[in-house]
């Protein structure tokens, strides 16, 4: 059980803080934890479990802010993490990012959230739109709306159903006037390809995304035509079990809004949709680097927002790049990045150029590994295809639509 | 198909500029100080602009109060307001109170508006109560008389007529933890219990339990936990069972270390018809609620096996889980239940396998992280089954490098025969890693896959080839990886020698591999023809060589590069015994002035000391012991994992004192160790030349000792198994001079053990050949001597300086050790003694086993010998008679 819950801003100031034990934890542990973050570096900051002096503190970073959660006693880490990640994803949620400043205008809504997240350290409900039932999200219709009629409570006058109901994840019973269902495949793929071009592993984790608006309590079924594909899956805690198991079918009463459904995996594939053939040269102090990218396998849809990113190895002192299309940057930390957008119908891009070593070495010990990132809209790459979607318990037509989208997740290619 | 726009939580532009705008008006409202009403409504984003100005948004030291005025201020307007009933007051208190909010959560001290907020707490919008709540929470507790005031407002509004401030009421009512306010809480707790909305209840539950470390007479004299019970096994809403579940489990636990129906009620709580009720409903708890829940279970016992695959087949589907706490506590549980059903565990991780890898891949970077703990625990206790799926395990550039770690460790402990060639591969791709220290850890994992493999062929290639890559680092670890290799597989010297023999010296830095290299050269120095000049030329550099492991391996190699090549090795002997006298490190100077005196003694005799025909090493010691392993498994899916320690050896001090302990032993058995070879120069000529003197010294040296009653008692000493490998370079027996006995018997009284080596005089090469450093443990002894027939009986005379010498046990042993006879046990006092020896044949397994008693005043004593090889015995008793009748002799 957590003891004690920090939020820290990116100079390390504390923006909340929220006691959840008799056991007061004091402030003091963050100036401690800031102080380690900054002379340990980035390694320490990406340490998920701590050991500070008096407290276990895990920790979670996203966009700058960090969320800290500090006990004294055993309690399975993943828990602790997880529920750090929620709070993190139900902050972005309603503030619709995760920011210094709107954090610090809404801090009254973040403390009326942990309220309900969690009490005496132990998780309550995660559930967003449960959440929203109890506190409204701060938006401008809301705020309008105030103005208009003078009240401007953001809690919500009555407790959610859902709170005494036996389907947590469904709130009330809302209605809609339109009725639509929208159903997105998500997929990442992840690669590692050798630097004889030669696919090491390549697999893909796939969401599917559901953003339901549909009156009365639904119960809808999701089924595709090839989910033998599928290596392994997690559910959304609507998802019933038994109808999967006997026919791979995907029976649920959704929650209101957009959520998960289910996430999965797939592994083994043979082909990237990409190629990307980085050349490295090395001799006389001097190395010339050169990197082809072109379409391997057309997915039948256009590739876009492609980008190829590489460290520059240690030893480097300059490097002179060009492309024939697309922008070459070179950041801070020695951080190349080549933006190519889409991918033109009649040229392969390329860059090349050299870079200067060291003087004392001869040639390139150390060679960078190129990151890639891609887009296609239209299609899941996995060839995961949805077969229908149907709608039970309900008497009006409803709208269903359906979607996808593969991403370059960790894709790397090796010099 | 219907494309649509991005729909990510990205806000509209549209919003962003109304946004903007808000806070360009709401800013410059601020400065100019204008309407109230307006700043009102756009509450949300006045707060960041207005509390402490500007310094307090990037201000170094966040806890540095701004300044009294601002709070005094706040103090009249607060004042001002807490009796107005006029329309817009409820948001001019609203904004005020933001900011004494947002000024607490900066750090600044407000607790002097304690009465002033009480005062304008009286009303009834919702987001005020809460504000105030949280305000008064987080100060009662310094001000016990003003928490006073709360209470009267708390307690109505623990009667609204909305569940919601009913139930806020009295959560904060609760988190007042002021002791002497608990006569308050009883009524209102009571009633929360009770109330019909279960909103309210399940506040009131977690209220008891705050009442409960608050004040717990109060709380179990108003019989709460029997409520809590009761509303556990009939509430319909599944949050409220959930969190009786968590206040009974912590009640209970801890009064039952006090009262013994708690234990029993405790014990209740694993009972078949709580679990199954708790089972049975599990899909309508809360995802955290469900962790409760199968954490509690993973502690009960099923009376059968049938019992435990209903539990498993009702909770396959929560391996499934969206979150990975509900996932890995799940995992937990079936492990648990299937500990004693081997078949059935191994399908366990057959089926929480893909579970796991897909929770690796699919959360964030801290969650895969606590996935990846746990699932390195399994991987490490069941690597075949996870062997086919290495490539999981392959490590991506972007990774921070306590993930490639843990990745590293796995690939290693999955190679097998048929994955060895893949993962090796991958693991040489790491070597060229941008990450030193992950390229090092694959150079060592790759070693240790070498190590535990049959067939290295490939491998040997490979760390051969890292030798040839000109990369410090690279060749450092190599060459550490080679040594280790070559101990185990000796017959791969002709390859590795021929590489390792184009490494320049001067190209190693690191101690550690300057070590290696150097062992590698005096190891195989007959191989490497140029070896005896480049450890001249390390010779000649000593003094700039600051690690002393390097320098003490550089005596050592060449001292054995000196007996297979005398004449290349004598100048750089000489130069390296020189350096080495001089030198200042204290285990250097005395391993040389003991190479010396041993080279001035007997070159022949030297040799077989320094370097002894070694075997080669079957298994490496693994640093972690599998006791420890199985601790950490049985606390699978908590801390213990992820620091990979069982949890005594993090929380618990009494258990860490333990282990401390241990390392004291080592370092001192390390002491020892070096302090073997101390040998100080004119104790050596004393033992030479006068004997007596020497036994003399001896005897002081072990007087405090023997007024011990522990130094006297028969001690059965397992000291011969112990002190063995400390007596590294202990002498045989062949009879060369003493030992540093002061220094000897000081550790051998610290350590409790028992173990000198006496002189010798000019001893007659006997028929029989004993291994000077024969082990054996006393419980070994006692066995064989239970089991062996006596195979002699004799009865010797003892001369009378041995009866004169013969004061404490101890001098006999010394002087039987002298001749290769070890004592095992001794006892007795004048006239009488008893003492168990044994001995080795040379270069054969058979033992002697020999009862000697002596009694003094007849100067007899009486042996009888047991042996495994009985026809040699009568040449043993020889040996030892001459042995014996030479104690005491000068």
């Given at each position: 059980m957590l003891q004690c819950i920090f939020l820290l801003s990116d100079?390390?100031?504390?923006?909340l803080e929220k006691q959840l034990s008799r056991h007061c934890v004091d402030r003091s542990i963050c100036a401690w934890f800031w102080e380690q973050a900054i002379s340990l570096g980035d390694s320490f900051k990406q340490q998920p479990v701590i050991t500070s002096p008096t407290h276990y503190i895990f920790q979670v970073f996203r966009d700058g802010i960090t969320f800290l959660g500090c006990t004294q006693v055993e309690m399975p880490p993943l828990m602790a993490i997880e529920f750090l990640c929620r709070v993190a994803d139900v902050l972005n949620d309603y503030f619709g990012a995760l920011k210094e400043d709107i954090l610090k205008d809404n801090f009254v809504i973040v403390y009326e959230l942990l309220d309900e997240m969690i009490d005496n350290g132990f998780p309550l409900t995660t559930e967003p739109s449960i959440l929203r039932e109890m506190i409204t999200p701060p938006n401008m219709v809301n705020k309008a709306l105030s103005i208009v009629t003078g009240s401007s409570s953001n809690v919500k006058d009555t407790l959610p159903r859902a709170t005494a109901s036996?389907?947590?994840?469904?709130t009330s019973e809302p209605k809609y006037s339109n009725n639509d269902v929208y159903v997105d495949l998500v997929e990442e793929m992840d690669a590692i390809i050798n630097?004889?071009?030669?696919?090491l592993k390549c697999e893909i984790y796939g969401e599917v995304q559901v953003n339901s608006h549909i009156s009365g309590l639904p119960d809808l079924t999701l089924s595709f035509?090839?989910?033998?594909?599928?290596?392994d899956v997690r559910f959304h805690?609507?998802?019933?079990f038994r109808p999967w198991e006997s026919h791979q079918i995907l029976s649920f009463v959704p929650p209101d809004?957009?959520?998960?459904?289910m996430g999965y995996r797939v592994r083994k594939?043979?082909?990237?949709p990409i190629y990307v053939k980085p050349q490295l040269t090395s001799d006389g102090g001097t190395c010339r680097l050169s990197v082809l990218v072109g379409t391997r396998n057309d997915p039948g849809k256009t590739i876009d927002s492609v980008t190829v990113q590489f460290q520059l190895p240690p030893f480097i002192i300059s490097a002179d790049l060009t492309s024939n299309h697309g922008t070459v940057n070179i950041l801070d930390k020695k951080t190349c990045i080549w933006s190519i957008g889409r991918i033109p119908k009649d040229k392969a891009p390329s860059m090349s150029g050299t870079l200067v070593i060291e003087?004392?070495?001869?040639?390139?010990h150390v060679f960078p590994s190129f990151q890639v990132g891609f887009r296609i809209m239209g299609v899941a790459l996995s060839g995961l295809q949805i077969d229908k979607l149907d709608l039970k318990n309900v008497t009006y037509r409803f709208y269903k639509g359906f979607r996808a989208l593969t991403r370059a997740g960790e894709f790397e290619i090796r010099s | 198909m219907r494309e649509r726009e991005d729909q990510s939580n990205q806000i509209s532009p549209l919003q962003l500029l109304i946004r903007r705008k808000c806070i360009y008006l709401t800013f410059s409202e601020e400065t100019k100080g204008r309407s109230n009403r307006v700043r009102g409504h756009s509450t949300q984003l006045s707060v960041a602009m207005a509390?402490?100005?500007?310094?307090?948004?990037?201000?170094?030291?966040?806890?540095?109060?701004?300044?009294k005025s601002e709070v005094s201020d706040l103090k009249s307007q607060l004042r001002q307001l807490a009796g107005s009933r006029a329309p817009g007051a409820d948001d001019s208190k609203r904004d005020l109170f933001k900011k004494v909010i947002s000024n607490m959560t900066i750090?600044?001290?407000?607790?002097?508006l304690f009465g002033e907020m009480v005062m304008c707490s009286?009303?009834?919008?919702i987001v005020l109560k809460k504000m105030c709540y949280l305000y008064v929470g987080n100060y009662a507790k310094v001000n016990p008389d003003l928490a006073l005031l709360t209470i009267n407002f708390l307690q109505r509004d623990c009667k609204d007529e909305d569940p919601m401030i009913r139930g806020l009421a009295l959560r904060s009512l609760c988190s007042?933890?002021?002791?002497?306010?608990?006569e308050y809480l009883v009524g209102p707790l009571g009633s929360g219990l009770k109330d019909n909305n279960s909103y309210v209840r399940m506040v009131a539950v977690i209220g008891v339990l705050k009442l409960y470390h608050i004040s717990a007479s109060t709380c179990i004299d108003a019989d709460f936990p029997a409520t809590l019970k009761h509303l556990m096994l009939n509430d319909p809403d599944t949050q409220v069972v959930a969190n009786c579940l968590s206040a009974l489990q912590e009640i209970w636990t801890s009064e039952s270390s006090t009262s013994e129906e708690a234990a029993r009620e405790r014990e209740m709580l694993l009972s078949k018809p709580i679990v199954y009720h708790l089972l049975n409903r599990i899909k309508e708890f809360s995802e955290w609620a469900q962790c409760l829940v199968l954490e509690l279970v993973s502690n009960y016992i099923p009376s059968d096996n049938s019992e435990i695959f209903d539990i498993m087949n009702l909770l396959e589907?929560?391996?499934?889980?969206?979150n990975g706490a509900v996932v890995l506590a799940t995992v937990k549980l079936f492990l648990q239940l299937t500990l004693s059903m081997a078949d059935v565990h191994q399908q366990v991780y057959e089926r929480i396998k893909a579970p796991l890898l897909t929770q690796v891949s699919s959360g964030s970077p801290e969650q895969s992280y606590a996935v990846l703990s746990h699932l390195h625990l399994l991987v490490m206790r069941a690597p075949y089954i996870f062997s086919s799926d290495y490539k999981h395990f392959y490590c991506q550039y972007n990774e921070p490098s306590y993930v490639k770690k843990l990745k590293l460790e796995m690939l290693t402990a999955v190679a097998n025969e048929s994955n060895t060639y893949e993962i090796v591969t991958e693991l040489c791709e790491y070597a060229a890693n941008v990450d030193i220290p992950i390229a090092r850890e694959s150079i060592r994992a790759v070693g240790k896959i070498a190590l535990q493999q049959y067939d290295v062929n490939a491998i040997v290639d490979r760390l051969l080839q890292f030798l040839e890559m000109e990369k410090d680092y690279v060749t450092s670890e190599a060459l550490v990886l080679v040594k280790d290799l070559l101990r185990k597989y000796p017959q791969w010297s002709q390859d590795c020698i021929a590489v390792v023999g184009?490494?320049?010296?001067?190209?190693v830095q690191e101690p550690k591999a300057k070590a290696a290299l150097i062992w590698m050269l005096g190891e195989y120095s007959q191989d490497m023809h140029d070896a005896p000049y480049v450890l001249e030329s390390l010779v000649e550099n000593w003094d700039e060589e600051h690690s002393s492991e390097v320098r003490l391996h550089l005596l050592t190699a060449v001292m054995k590069c000196f007996f297979k090549r005398p004449p290349e090795t004598k100048k750089a002997l000489g130069a390296a015994l020189a350096a080495g006298l001089a030198d200042f490190h204290q285990d250097v100077h005395d391993r040389a002035l003991f190479y010396y005196r041993l080279l001035q003694y007997n070159v022949s005799v030297a040799e077989s000391v320094v370097n002894p025909p070694k075997q080669a090493v079957s298994v490496f010691a693994d640093t972690q012991s599998s006791e420890i392993k199985d601790r950490i498994f049985d606390e699978f899916n908590s801390l213990s994992v992820v620091y990979q320690k069982p949890s005594y050896m993090f929380t618990d001090k009494e258990h860490r004192g333990t282990f401390e302990f241990a390392d004291e032993l080592g370092n001192l058995s390390i002491t020892a160790e070096s302090a073997?070879?101390?040998?100080p120069a004119q104790q050596v000529e004393a033992n030479d030349k006068d004997l007596l003197l020497s036994t003399s010294e001896k005897d002081e040296g072990r007087e405090p000792g023997s007024n011990g009653s522990a130094y006297n008692a028969p001690s059965y000493n397992g000291s011969s198994a112990t002190s063995q490998p400390l007596a590294d370079l202990a002498f045989p027996s062949t009879g060369i001079s003493g030992q540093a006995p002061a220094s000897n018997l000081a550790i051998d009284d610290l350590l409790g053990l028992d173990f000198s080596v006496g002189t010798a005089t000019?001893?007659?090469?006997?028929?029989l050949n004993l291994n000077p450093k024969a082990v054996l443990d006393p419980g070994t002894f006692q066995q064989k001597w239970h089991q062996l027939p006596i195979s002699l009986s004799e009865e010797y005379s003892l001369s009378p300086q041995g009866i004169a010498s013969l004061t404490t046990p101890h001098a006999l042993l010394r002087h039987m050790q002298s001749h290769s006879i070890q004592c095992i046990a001794s006892g007795g006092q004048s006239p009488n003694f008893k003492f168990f020896f044994f001995a080795q044949k040379a270069e054969a397994a058979s033992m002697y086993l020999v009862e000697c008693i002596i009694n003094t005043s007849s100067a007899k004593s009486q042996i009888k010998v047991k042996a495994d090889?009985?026809?040699?015995s009568p040449a043993f008793s020889t040996l030892f008679q001459s042995a014996l009748s030479k104690f005491g002799l000068p």
């Amino acid at each position: 059980m957590l003891q004690c819950i920090f939020l820290l801003s990116d100079a390390g100031e504390v923006m909340l803080e929220k006691q959840l034990s008799r056991h007061c934890v004091d402030r003091s542990i963050c100036a401690w934890f800031w102080e380690q973050a900054i002379s340990l570096g980035d390694s320490f900051k990406q340490q998920p479990v701590i050991t500070s002096p008096t407290h276990y503190i895990f920790q979670v970073f996203r966009d700058g802010i960090t969320f800290l959660g500090c006990t004294q006693v055993e309690m399975p880490p993943l828990m602790a993490i997880e529920f750090l990640c929620r709070v993190a994803d139900v902050l972005n949620d309603y503030f619709g990012a995760l920011k210094e400043d709107i954090l610090k205008d809404n801090f009254v809504i973040v403390y009326e959230l942990l309220d309900e997240m969690i009490d005496n350290g132990f998780p309550l409900t995660t559930e967003p739109s449960i959440l929203r039932e109890m506190i409204t999200p701060p938006n401008m219709v809301n705020k309008a709306l105030s103005i208009v009629t003078g009240s401007s409570s953001n809690v919500k006058d009555t407790l959610p159903r859902a709170t005494a109901s036996c389907i947590p994840w469904r709130t009330s019973e809302p209605k809609y006037s339109n009725n639509d269902v929208y159903v997105d495949l998500v997929e990442e793929m992840d690669a590692i390809i050798n630097r004889d071009g030669g696919l090491l592993k390549c697999e893909i984790y796939g969401e599917v995304q559901v953003n339901s608006h549909i009156s009365g309590l639904p119960d809808l079924t999701l089924s595709f035509k090839n989910p033998s594909i599928l290596d392994d899956v997690r559910f959304h805690p609507c998802v019933r079990f038994r109808p999967w198991e006997s026919h791979q079918i995907l029976s649920f009463v959704p929650p209101d809004g957009q959520f998960k459904l289910m996430g999965y995996r797939v592994r083994k594939l043979m082909s990237t949709p990409i190629y990307v053939k980085p050349q490295l040269t090395s001799d006389g102090g001097t190395c010339r680097l050169s990197v082809l990218v072109g379409t391997r396998n057309d997915p039948g849809k256009t590739i876009d927002s492609v980008t190829v990113q590489f460290q520059l190895p240690p030893f480097i002192i300059s490097a002179d790049l060009t492309s024939n299309h697309g922008t070459v940057n070179i950041l801070d930390k020695k951080t190349c990045i080549w933006s190519i957008g889409r991918i033109p119908k009649d040229k392969a891009p390329s860059m090349s150029g050299t870079l200067v070593i060291e003087t004392g070495l001869e040639r390139l010990h150390v060679f960078p590994s190129f990151q890639v990132g891609f887009r296609i809209m239209g299609v899941a790459l996995s060839g995961l295809q949805i077969d229908k979607l149907d709608l039970k318990n309900v008497t009006y037509r409803f709208y269903k639509g359906f979607r996808a989208l593969t991403r370059a997740g960790e894709f790397e290619i090796r010099s | 198909m219907r494309e649509r726009e991005d729909q990510s939580n990205q806000i509209s532009p549209l919003q962003l500029l109304i946004r903007r705008k808000c806070i360009y008006l709401t800013f410059s409202e601020e400065t100019k100080g204008r309407s109230n009403r307006v700043r009102g409504h756009s509450t949300q984003l006045s707060v960041a602009m207005a509390p402490p100005p500007p310094q307090s948004h990037r201000s170094p030291s966040p806890s540095q109060p701004s300044g009294k005025s601002e709070v005094s201020d706040l103090k009249s307007q607060l004042r001002q307001l807490a009796g107005s009933r006029a329309p817009g007051a409820d948001d001019s208190k609203r904004d005020l109170f933001k900011k004494v909010i947002s000024n607490m959560t900066i750090g600044i001290d407000v607790s002097s508006l304690f009465g002033e907020m009480v005062m304008c707490s009286a009303t009834s919008d919702i987001v005020l109560k809460k504000m105030c709540y949280l305000y008064v929470g987080n100060y009662a507790k310094v001000n016990p008389d003003l928490a006073l005031l709360t209470i009267n407002f708390l307690q109505r509004d623990c009667k609204d007529e909305d569940p919601m401030i009913r139930g806020l009421a009295l959560r904060s009512l609760c988190s007042l933890r002021v002791a002497n306010l608990v006569e308050y809480l009883v009524g209102p707790l009571g009633s929360g219990l009770k109330d019909n909305n279960s909103y309210v209840r399940m506040v009131a539950v977690i209220g008891v339990l705050k009442l409960y470390h608050i004040s717990a007479s109060t709380c179990i004299d108003a019989d709460f936990p029997a409520t809590l019970k009761h509303l556990m096994l009939n509430d319909p809403d599944t949050q409220v069972v959930a969190n009786c579940l968590s206040a009974l489990q912590e009640i209970w636990t801890s009064e039952s270390s006090t009262s013994e129906e708690a234990a029993r009620e405790r014990e209740m709580l694993l009972s078949k018809p709580i679990v199954y009720h708790l089972l049975n409903r599990i899909k309508e708890f809360s995802e955290w609620a469900q962790c409760l829940v199968l954490e509690l279970v993973s502690n009960y016992i099923p009376s059968d096996n049938s019992e435990i695959f209903d539990i498993m087949n009702l909770l396959e589907d929560r391996l499934q889980h969206a979150n990975g706490a509900v996932v890995l506590a799940t995992v937990k549980l079936f492990l648990q239940l299937t500990l004693s059903m081997a078949d059935v565990h191994q399908q366990v991780y057959e089926r929480i396998k893909a579970p796991l890898l897909t929770q690796v891949s699919s959360g964030s970077p801290e969650q895969s992280y606590a996935v990846l703990s746990h699932l390195h625990l399994l991987v490490m206790r069941a690597p075949y089954i996870f062997s086919s799926d290495y490539k999981h395990f392959y490590c991506q550039y972007n990774e921070p490098s306590y993930v490639k770690k843990l990745k590293l460790e796995m690939l290693t402990a999955v190679a097998n025969e048929s994955n060895t060639y893949e993962i090796v591969t991958e693991l040489c791709e790491y070597a060229a890693n941008v990450d030193i220290p992950i390229a090092r850890e694959s150079i060592r994992a790759v070693g240790k896959i070498a190590l535990q493999q049959y067939d290295v062929n490939a491998i040997v290639d490979r760390l051969l080839q890292f030798l040839e890559m000109e990369k410090d680092y690279v060749t450092s670890e190599a060459l550490v990886l080679v040594k280790d290799l070559l101990r185990k597989y000796p017959q791969w010297s002709q390859d590795c020698i021929a590489v390792v023999g184009n490494i320049s010296s001067k190209n190693v830095q690191e101690p550690k591999a300057k070590a290696a290299l150097i062992w590698m050269l005096g190891e195989y120095s007959q191989d490497m023809h140029d070896a005896p000049y480049v450890l001249e030329s390390l010779v000649e550099n000593w003094d700039e060589e600051h690690s002393s492991e390097v320098r003490l391996h550089l005596l050592t190699a060449v001292m054995k590069c000196f007996f297979k090549r005398p004449p290349e090795t004598k100048k750089a002997l000489g130069a390296a015994l020189a350096a080495g006298l001089a030198d200042f490190h204290q285990d250097v100077h005395d391993r040389a002035l003991f190479y010396y005196r041993l080279l001035q003694y007997n070159v022949s005799v030297a040799e077989s000391v320094v370097n002894p025909p070694k075997q080669a090493v079957s298994v490496f010691a693994d640093t972690q012991s599998s006791e420890i392993k199985d601790r950490i498994f049985d606390e699978f899916n908590s801390l213990s994992v992820v620091y990979q320690k069982p949890s005594y050896m993090f929380t618990d001090k009494e258990h860490r004192g333990t282990f401390e302990f241990a390392d004291e032993l080592g370092n001192l058995s390390i002491t020892a160790e070096s302090a073997d070879s101390v040998v100080p120069a004119q104790q050596v000529e004393a033992n030479d030349k006068d004997l007596l003197l020497s036994t003399s010294e001896k005897d002081e040296g072990r007087e405090p000792g023997s007024n011990g009653s522990a130094y006297n008692a028969p001690s059965y000493n397992g000291s011969s198994a112990t002190s063995q490998p400390l007596a590294d370079l202990a002498f045989p027996s062949t009879g060369i001079s003493g030992q540093a006995p002061a220094s000897n018997l000081a550790i051998d009284d610290l350590l409790g053990l028992d173990f000198s080596v006496g002189t010798a005089t000019t001893p007659s090469p006997p028929p029989l050949n004993l291994n000077p450093k024969a082990v054996l443990d006393p419980g070994t002894f006692q066995q064989k001597w239970h089991q062996l027939p006596i195979s002699l009986s004799e009865e010797y005379s003892l001369s009378p300086q041995g009866i004169a010498s013969l004061t404490t046990p101890h001098a006999l042993l010394r002087h039987m050790q002298s001749h290769s006879i070890q004592c095992i046990a001794s006892g007795g006092q004048s006239p009488n003694f008893k003492f168990f020896f044994f001995a080795q044949k040379a270069e054969a397994a058979s033992m002697y086993l020999v009862e000697c008693i002596i009694n003094t005043s007849s100067a007899k004593s009486q042996i009888k010998v047991k042996a495994d090889d009985q026809s040699s015995s009568p040449a043993f008793s020889t040996l030892f008679q001459s042995a014996l009748s030479k104690f005491g002799l000068p």
